[in-house]
C-alpha cells in the first residue's frame, strides 16, 4: 500500500473512531437544586428516549443511575448513589425524598426512581444511563424538569434540567455555563431575594468531586462588565467589590451555594440599595456558573415564591441556559 493511502486510511479510521466515540456516548442530565423538609417538596420528572440495548434479565429495561450531592444538618456535600429502572421512550415523575412515595404518574408499575433517604436536605442531582444497559445511548436523550414546592405556603417553582450537548460520559456539564451573570433585585420591602450560585467546571466531575470550591467577584473591575459597584434605581453607582467563595469547601466543611442581597455586597452597600433595587454583576474566572434568582413576596396578599436564570453575559457553549423558568401560585 502506498504511503499516501496508509495516511488517508489513518485519518479515516480516527475520524470514524471519534465520530462513532461521540455517538455512542451515554446522556445524562444534572438538576442544579432541589430542597425537602420544612414543607418543601421536589418532584422530577424524567424522559429517556433512548434504546435499552441490553436489557435487564427477563425485562425490557435498562438502569439509570441516580447520584444525589446532598447537605442535610452536619453532613456536607455528601454523594449517595442509587439505582432505577427505565424503559426506551419512558416518562418518570417522582418526589426527591419520598414524602410522595413511588411513582406518580398513574399506572406505571414497573419504572422506578430511588429516593434520597435524607430529609430535611438540599442539594443537586445527576442522573445518567447505566454502561450496562446503553452502550449505544446517543447523547440528547434524556430530558428533565424539576418542581419545587412548598406544601404549607402553597408556592411551586420550576426549571428545566441542564443536558450538554458534548458531555461525553464525563458528567461537568459546563457547555452551557456562563462566566458572568448580571444580578439583579426589587425593594426589599417588596421582595426578598436570594442568589443559588453553582460552580462547574471543566475539570470536575460532579458525580464524584467533592468538595469543589471556586472564587467569584462581585461588582469587580474584571470580566467584561467592569461595574466597580453596585447601581440603584437612579443610575447611581455604590463603589466597591466584594469577593465570595461557591462550592464545597472541605476547610472548613462547608457548602457555599445560597446567598442574600446583604451577603453580596458590603454594610454600607447593602443600607444604600435595600430600598432602592438595582443590580451588580458576578464574575469568575476559574469557572463556569449556573445562578438562579429565588425571591419571595406577599406584596399581593398571599406568599408568592419565583425562580429565574440569571442572564448570562458569556456563555462558554453553543446554547445559553434560557430554556429555565419558573412559575408560581
Known amino acids: 500500500m502506498k504511503k499516501g493511502v496508509v495516511i488517508v486510511t489513518v485519518v479515516l479510521a480516527t475520524v470514524l473512531l471519534l465520530g462513532l466515540g ?19 417538596v421536589t418532584f422530577f420528572q424524567i424522559i429517556n428516549t433512548a434504546k435499552v440495548q441490553t436489557p435487564l434479565t427477563g425485562t425490557s429495561q435498562g438502569k439509570l443511575d441516580y447520584v444525589y450531592v446532598y447537605n442535610s444538618g452536619t453532613e456536607v456535600c455528601q454523594h449517595y448513589d442509587d439505582v432505577g429502572r427505565v424503559t426506551q421512550n419512558d416518562i418518570l415523575l417522582y418526589e426527591a425524598t419520598g414524602v410522595y412515595p413511588g411513582q406518580l404518574l398513574p399506572g406505571d408499575t414497573t419504572s422506578t426512581s430511588p429516593k434520597l433517604t435524607v430529609s430535611p436536605a438540599w442539594g443537586y442531582l445527576v442522573v445518567k444511563q447505566n454502561s450496562s444497559n446503553f452502550t449505544t445511548g446517543l447523547e440528547g436523550s434524556l430530558f428533565g424538569q424539576a418542581y419545587v414546592a412548598n406544601v404549607n405556603t402553597g408556592t ?16 461537568e456539564f459546563d457547555e452551557n455555563a456562563n462566566w458572568e451573570f448580571i444580578l439583579s433585585f426589587l425593594p426589599e420591602t417588596l421582595v426578598t431575594t436570594q442568589w443559588y450560585i453553582f460552580p462547574v467546571d471543566g475539570g470536575v466531575d460532579l458525580t464524584t468531586d467533592a468538595p469543589w470550591n471556586y472564587e467569584a467577584e462581585i461588582g469587580g473591575f474584571h470580566g467584561t462588565l467592569k461595574f466597580g459597584g453596585v447601581f440603584d434605581n437612579n443610575e447611581s453607582l455604590k463603589s466597591g467589590t466584594k469577593e465570595i467563595m461557591v462550592g464545597c469547601w472541605d476547610d472548613p466543611l462547608s457548602a457555599n451555594f445560597f446567598y442574600t442581597l446583604a451577603q453580596i455586597m458590603s454594610g454600607a452597600q447593602y443600607n444604600a440599595v435595600k430600598g432602592t433595587g ?27 415564591t419565583t425562580m429565574v436564570s440569571e442572564p448570562g453575559f458569556w456563555t462558554h457553549g453553543s446554547a445559553i441556559d434560557k430554556a429555565n423558568y419558573s412559575y408560581t401560585k
Not at 461521540?22 to 418543601?40: E, Q, W
Not at 451588580?280 to 399581593?300: G, W
Request: proline share 6%; glycine share 8%.
Open 278 to 304: 438595582g443590580f451588580t454583576d458576578i464574575y469568575t474566572p476559574y469557572a463556569e456558573l449556573y445562578v438562579k434568582k429565588i425571591q419571595n413576596s406577599t406584596v399581593l396578599g398571599k406568599p408568592m
Open 156 to 171: 411551586v417553582y420550576a426549571y428545566n434540567a441542564v443536558n450538554d450537548p458534548s458531555e461525553a460520559d464525563l458528567y
Open 22 to 40: 461521540t455517538a455512542m456516548a451515554r446522556d445524562a442530565i444534572l438538576f442544579p437544586y432541589f430542597t425537602s423538609g420544612g414543607g418543601n
